[in-house]
């Protein structure tokens, strides 16, 4: 079976604690993503990478850390210094194809609440 | 800056067409998706339409789009009651999708 698989579903953390989220593809894609999604809200860029060992900063990378060791991998660290970490974060991959955005195949998501 | 726009809710009768409009602003982009997602779940891509057509019809799903009022709608005929969930319509630009804030559709009998 071909998807995007992230891990855990629900996570919960108490303030002040480094917290990573696992994201794992097995579609062969180059480019993935990481998103966070606030209730009402549509979804907000916080890191891609495109290639393995090089990644970008989205529009809300303060307190956020990512690494792409390996093509199938990106975690994603929340860490201490992001202010308000509550919220439901998604893990996407893609092909690269040109200038233009390739369709993006999305994960089931990681619930994060800090306690 | 880019930019989309959907209104965040719709309320149907099972048995009815609904219809989702969205308004974007950057008109370099290529791509235009719709996405579905159910509660608790992650984003299931639903359709997608590229820029130079003006429809793309798939089973009960009709996209129009108006390039020039840059104006996308999903319709759903025959709407159903597995059909309730937020529907993002999406902008593809350079190196990011743009993200309207969702449309909750309900289906009611």
């Known amino acids: 079976d071909g998807g995007i698989t992230q891990s855990p579903k629900y996570l919960f953390r108490k303030e002040g604690q480094n917290v990573t989220l696992s994201c794992e593809q097995n579609l062969n894609h180059d480019a993935m993503y990481w998103y966070r999604q606030d209730p009402g809200q549509g979804l907000r860029l916080i890191y891609y990478?495109?290639?393995?060992?090089?990644?970008q900063k989205g529009d809300i990378a303060e307190g956020y850390s990512v690494s792409r060791e390996k093509k199938e991998s990106f975690p994603l660290t929340v860490t201490s210094a992001q202010k308000n970490p509550t919220a439901f974060y998604l893990c996407?991959?893609?092909?690269?194809?040109?200038?233009?955005?390739?369709?993006?195949?999305f994960g089931p998501g990681t619930r994060l609440t800090v306690l | 800056g880019e930019d989309v726009e959907q209104s965040l809710f719709l309320s149907v009768r099972e048995g009815d067409s609904s219809v989702i409009n969205c308004t974007y602003t950057d008109s370099s982009s290529t791509y235009l998706y719709w996405y579905k997602q159910e509660p608790g779940a992650g984003l299931q891509l639903l359709t997608y339409?590229?820029?130079?057509?003006d429809m793309k019809q798939d089973q009960r799903l009709t996209v129009l789009l108006n390039k020039k009022d840059k104006h996308l709608s999903l319709r759903i005929a025959d709407t159903q009651t597995g059909d309730s969930a937020i529907y993002f319509c999406?902008?593809?630009?350079?190196?990011?999708?743009?993200f309207g804030a969702g449309t909750r559709l309900a289906v009611h009998p």
């Open positions: 996407a991959s893609s092909t690269i194809s040109g200038a233009t955005t390739d369709t993006q195949y």
């Open positions: 999406v902008a593809g630009g350079y190196n990011k999708l743009i």
């Open positions: 990478s495109q290639i393995v060992n090089d990644f």
């Open positions: 339409i590229f820029s130079n057509m």
